[in-house]
């Protein structure tokens, strides 16, 4: 099974601030009222509807949100927002992409653009960089659902690719045609996800350097920090001693 590298793709990741918790809900809750959007408003028949609320869940939002999000999704006065990709590259050649939820492009495009141009990188073409990764999809358990072996037999009973552990989480990998049947299958040995969602999963890593991979994370937690911007996925490698510089 081949090696994500989970752990060291993660170190940009936010802490858990009241501020931090208000932009992740915001986040959340567009996603979830585009899904409703998208197909029917009641998660037992929208796929896409059910993996937002799960994962809406697994970071604790209150179900008056969940409810106010999909309500939106319903009514006639409600925000239309589009899906957009953008794609680029950071300092030392690390390609990036940006996936964002936007009712204007032109503010997130010229956003996004200056984000890169200020932090050492470049916003490229559409597919620019897109072709360097496979998307691919991501189920996620804490660790406390089982040992390390018992997820890996229930994940192969369930058709999944690929499994990594730590001391967190168990993180579960598919192909994206499958996730949503795979994540189905877990459910029933496991219990519900900590979420289930689609990534970008680089076949190739860039390296870099502490000096480059300090620009890299005010670049990424730049673009994460815009309202419009729901995931970031790079391909960079940094060594355990770089990372520890950045760390500290």
Same mark, same amino acid.
């Given at each position: ?52 609320? =799960? ?23 409600? *925000? ?27 503010? =997130? ?39 390390? &072996? ?10 999944? &690719? ?11 990998? =598919? ?16 219990? *519900? ?47 355990? *001693? ?7």
């Amino acid at each position: 099974m081949a090696g994500h590298s989970h752990a060291k793709n993660i170190m940009h990741r936010k802490g858990k601030s009241d501020a931090v918790r208000s932009k992740i809900f915001s986040k959340l809750a567009r996603e979830i009222t585009v899904a409703a959007k998208m197909g029917m408003p009641d998660p037992a028949f929208n796929s896409r509807l059910r993996l937002a609320v =799960t994962n809406a869940r697994s970071q604790s939002m209150p179900k008056d949100n969940i409810d106010r999000a999909i309500k939106k999704a319903i009514g006639s006065d409600g *925000e239309n927002y589009d899906e957009i990709r953008y794609e680029g590259y950071g300092p030392g050649g690390v390609a990036i992409i940006v996936e964002a939820l936007t009712d204007n492009r032109n503010r =997130t495009a010229s956003n996004v653009r200056s984000y890169f141009s200020k932090n050492g990188g470049a916003m490229g073409e559409t597919n620019s960089v897109g072709f360097m990764f496979d998307k691919i999809g991501e189920i996620t358990y804490p660790a406390k659902v089982g040992s390390e &072996d018992k997820v890996m037999e229930a994940a192969i009973e369930a058709g999944a &690719d690929d499994v990594e552990s730590d001391e967190e989480n168990h993180y579960i990998y =598919t192909s994206f045609e499958a996730m949503v049947e795979v994540a189905a299958a877990l459910e029933k040995v496991l219990g *519900e996800a900590e979420s289930v969602k689609a990534i970008w999963e680089p076949q190739t890593k860039t390296p870099i350097d502490a000096e480059k991979g300090a620009t890299l994370m005010k670049l990424i937690a730049t673009l994460e920090e815009d309202d419009d911007v729901q995931n970031v996925y790079s391909n960079f490698e940094m060594s355990e *001693e770089d990372m520890a510089k950045l760390e500290g």
